[in-house]
């Protein structure tokens, strides 16, 4: 990478807030042209990708099962022959800290446009989501970006994050995470809240918005948490094969948290803000619940 620039983590995402065609996709349709326009301040590296549809109370992501698509470069040149199957492109949809690796990454400049087409051979879908991960690269000094101090010694350290009483419906904005004083954080990874129906109620759509102290966010919307992060235990389950049979993900959890690159380095006493947003929808949440999260990476002690 040219050394002249700065490397700032980034999610892209492609939903119904980008294109109201994908809040409900039906059984065999085609959609072709949507668009996702790149930011103008800073060019993109398109490094993994996931898709997501919004859960029901059935808590499964089956209906992705039939999902195929083809999606472009920066100049328009798709990079698919034809349409494929998302099952047979990536683990569980790159869902649970599984994104799909892009190797190399793909370089879009700014306000370059991403053109995905879509056909659903499948059963119909409801709030089609799909992320672009990667970073975007900025002049030396252009955004903050704090980072090692020459001399330094690190600790493996994991920060839990609670969250009180979030409703069935709610958007939190610019919650405050504070680093302690003692020494800096790195943040490389996180681990998410186990997505659970007990009793009638049910924490499943749940997204976050990361952004650094001056209010610069980390995507361009709402990432649910099981995109961003890993979760320690997950209930939901995805098909296999083409008949399909429908398993718990495996291998996921805290020996595969959600990975930031890059890293994020907060100094100390210093901040991150987030958004919270809690939609269950046809899940049939019926009460406000607690929960904690964890941001997991390393303290860093200057020498």
Same mark, same amino acid.
């Given at each position: 990478?040219? #050394?002249?620039? =700065?490397?700032?983590?980034? +999610? ?46 059935? /808590? ?6 039939? /999902?195929?698509?083809?999606?472009? *470069?920066?100049? @328009? ?17 790159? =869902? ?12 879009? #400049?700014?306000?370059?446009? /991403?053109?995905? +087409?879509?056909?659903?051979? *499948? ?12 970073? !975007? ?12 101090? @020459? ?30 004083? +003692?020494?800096?954080?790195?943040? @490389? ?21 990361? !952004? ?15 995109? /961003?992060? &890993?979760? *320690? ?15 718990? #993900? ?7 948290? &959600?990975?930031?690159? #890059? ?5 100390? %006493? ?9 939609? +269950? &929808?046809? &899940? ?9 999260? %964890?941001?997991?990476?390393? !303290?860093?002690?200057?020498?």
């Amino acid at each position: 990478m040219i #050394p002249a620039l =700065q490397q700032r983590h980034y +999610d892209y995402v492609l939903g119904p807030n980008q294109d109201a065609r994908l809040h409900a996709v039906a059984a065999g349709a085609v959609i072709t042209g949507l668009f996702l326009e790149m930011d103008s301040d800073a060019p993109f590296v398109l490094t993994g990708r996931a898709v997501r549809h919004a859960y029901t109370s059935a /808590l499964t992501q089956t209906n992705l099962r039939g /999902l195929k698509t083809k999606w472009t *470069g920066p100049t @328009r040149d798709y990079r698919h022959q034809g349409f494929i199957l998302e099952s047979l492109q990536m683990a569980y949809y790159g =869902q649970f800290g599984n994104p799909k690796p892009i190797v190399p990454g793909i370089l879009y #400049p700014p306000r370059s446009v /991403l053109i995905l +087409d879509l056909k659903n051979t *499948g059963s119909a879908i409801t709030d089609l989501s799909f992320y672009f991960r990667g970073f !975007k690269l900025f002049p030396q000094g252009a955004v903050p970006a704090y980072t090692y101090p @020459r001399k330094f010694a690190s600790q493996t350290f994991a920060y839990p994050v609670p969250v009180s009483q979030l409703g069935v419906s709610e958007i939190r904005l610019n919650q405050i995470f504070t680093c302690k004083q +003692d020494a800096d954080f790195v943040l @490389r990874a996180g681990q998410g809240i186990t997505i659970s129906s007990v009793g009638g109620r049910t924490l499943a759509e749940v997204a976050i918005r990361l !952004k650094d102290h001056q209010k610069n966010p980390y995507s361009n919307d709402f990432v649910p948490f099981d995109i /961003l992060f &890993g979760t *320690g235990s997950f209930p939901a389950v995805v098909p296999v094969g083409p008949t399909p049979s429908f398993v718990t #993900p495996f291998g996921t959890g805290p020996n595969q948290p &959600g990975l930031f690159y #890059p890293e994020i380095y907060v100094p100390m %006493n210093h901040q991150l803000l987030y958004d919270l947003q809690r939609a +269950d &929808g046809s &899940g049939g949440s019926n009460v406000a619940e607690n929960f904690t999260f %964890n941001f997991i990476g390393g !303290k860093v002690f200057q020498k």
